[in-house]
């Protein structure tokens, strides 16, 4: 069992940035990968970045070159910084962590509005 806490998300401006963190119960060295998904009302949830046990990254066309994932092994923690928030990055942002299972944190509301 696997408990993912996550932080950071709030109201920004078009432009701004945010960074959210996701702590993960266990060593980070015991998940094959860990990411961020997201979803907004009426829409399915995909995969905005994820970062393998071996530091292969993985975003979504969408966010490239505006976000960057990354971690702290010591932490157990990862990392989403968001640079250059659009409207259309307004969502409900969730930390998945796969093992053998698939884990899902609580999600973190992000807004992005003027």
Known sequence: QVQLVESGGGLVQP???LRLSCTASITI???NSMGWYRQAPGKERELVAAITKG??????DSVKGRFTISRDNAKNTVFLQMNSLKPEDT???YCNAVTL????GQGTQVTVSS
């Open 55 to 60: 530091g292969i990254t993985n975003y979504a």
């Open 29 to 31: 060295f015991s998940i």
């Open 101 to 104: 299972y698939n884990y899902w």
């Open 91 to 93: 969502a409900v942002y």
């Open 15 to 17: 432009g701004g940035s």
